[in-house]
């Protein structure tokens, strides 16, 4: 079969790293007989550069005609000055709005052979990690109405703002202000929450709804359609926990969890630190899915300008997000399977970038490190 793959690589290490995960993603063509396509778009900083715009509508119309997209990761100290529309990450933000990519997935996991990597203790993941964080993607307030303003004589220009302070108490004084909107639709919340149920019945049956119900009507709404959602899957159990409780039980007992479901911001937020507790940001890939089988896939990490053209990156992230292509938009289980099986013989035989690096292992640079892992396949 040949499959056409949108490719992404972005800035800093993301090139690097992309090109290792091709590599594996070669590989597996070689042995179980598939083709795989790259058709090589610019985003983030360097189509910035090239074409004044960090993501140009060829790159969203080659993403959209793809069976999936491979992404790198885009930004860096040169482009920090840029205003926010010029931005890099405008890149990512453009793709997920532009290709209906709603539902993030990040499963958070920790090899055993990298157990000391983590910051726990060993008695908190003895029997091992293996959480998935879902993420609302596309709403909240990362998206609702935002702005800014300046208070004079106790007034302001924005209507949202005009309306919001008489309410403030105490009066807010003179000076500036800005406003951003959390906002979610009955729509927005039930898909993801579909999306959750689902994957938790192909998981262990566990779902954690986490919200701040007990302040935000946006949250209320969230619970409530948790709920209705959650009698048509009676055999996954549902339980609910607000953010700053669920931000803690991670780092007390993380294994309680097997799907954890939020929305854009608390989700940006958890999904950092369960990362961290899998040990490094190198090791852990994405899946960001619209409806049907299209998503774009990515490292949780970003452009690491401080390792950036070193060979010191590690690309297990970037290879395993490919893996979750194979597995979530071209139905290529087994060849996923292949792909995490060589990434473990990787690590069994001592092979270590320098992030995971410990005495007794090997250490390896991004390059070495994606061929050795292409060999194991
Ligand atoms: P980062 O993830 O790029 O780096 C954080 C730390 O982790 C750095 O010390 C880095 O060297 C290390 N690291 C990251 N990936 C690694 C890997 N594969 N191997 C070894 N070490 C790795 O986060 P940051 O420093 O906060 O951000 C750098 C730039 O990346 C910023 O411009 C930011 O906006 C951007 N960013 C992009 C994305 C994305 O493209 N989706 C995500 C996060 C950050």
Redesign the pocket.
């Known amino acids: 079969m040949k499959y056409n793959i949108a490719v992404v690589a972005?800035d800093?290490?993301g090139p690097e790293?992309t090109e290792e995960a091709i590599r594996v993603l070669d590989r597996v063509g070689e042995r179980f007989g598939h083709t795989f396509l790259y058709d090589r778009k610019l985003g983030g900083g360097a189509a910035y550069d090239e074409t004044g715009d960090p993501l140009p509508a060829s790159t969203i119309e080659a993403c959209g005609r793809s069976d999936a997209v491979l992404f790198g990761?885009?930004?860096?100290p040169k482009w920090e000055k840029l205003p926010g529309r010029l931005r890099?990450?405008q890149a990512?933000l453009g793709l997920r709005k532009e290709l209906g990519l709603y539902a993030n997935l990040r499963p958070v996991f920790l090899f055993e052979e990298l157990a000391d990597a983590s910051p726990l203790k060993h008695e908190s993941i003895e029997a091992g990690l293996d959480i998935l964080v879902v993420r609302e993607l596309t709403g909240g307030i990362y998206f609702g109405p935002k702005g800014t303003d300046t208070i004079e004589d106790g007034r302001v220009s924005d209507p949202v703002l005009a309306s919001c302070i008489d309410a403030l108490s105490p009066p807010p004084g003179d000076g500036r202000i800005a406003y951003d909107v959390e906002v979610y639709t009955e729509r927005e919340i039930r898909r993801i929450g579909v999306a959750a149920f689902a994957a938790a019945r192909k998981r262990r049956n566990g779902v954690v709804s986490v919200d701040k119900a007990n302040v935000l009507e946006s949250s209320r709404l969230w619970r409530g359609i948790m709920e209705e959602l959650h009698e048509d899957y009676p055999d996954v159990k549902l339980e609910h926990m607000y953010v700053d409780n669920a931000a803690m039980q991670l780092i007390r007992d993380p294994n309680q969890f097997d799907v954890i479901v939020t929305n854009n911001i608390f989700g940006d937020i958890l999904s950092d630190e369960s990362a961290r507790i899998a040990g490094?940001?190198?090791m852990l890939p994405s899946a960001s899915l619209a409806d049907g089988d299209f998503g774009l896939y990515?490292?949780i990490?970003?452009?690491?300008?401080?390792?950036a053209g070193k060979d010191?990156?590690?690309?297990v992230?970037s290879i395993l997000s490919a893996a979750m292509m194979l597995r979530y938009s071209l139905s290529l289980s087994k060849e996923a399977d292949a792909i995490e099986a060589a990434v473990k013989a990787f690590l069994e035989n001592g092979f270590r970038?320098p992030?995971i690096c410990v005495d007794w292992s090997v250490r390896v640079g991004t390059r070495e490190a994606g061929e050795l892992i292409a060999n194991y396949i």
Do not use: K, L, W, Y
């Open positions: 972005g800093g290490i790293v990761a885009v930004g860096g890099p990450e990512v490094s940001i190198g990515e490292p990490h970003g452009s690491a300008p401080d390792i010191r990156a590690n690309p992230a970038t992030d």
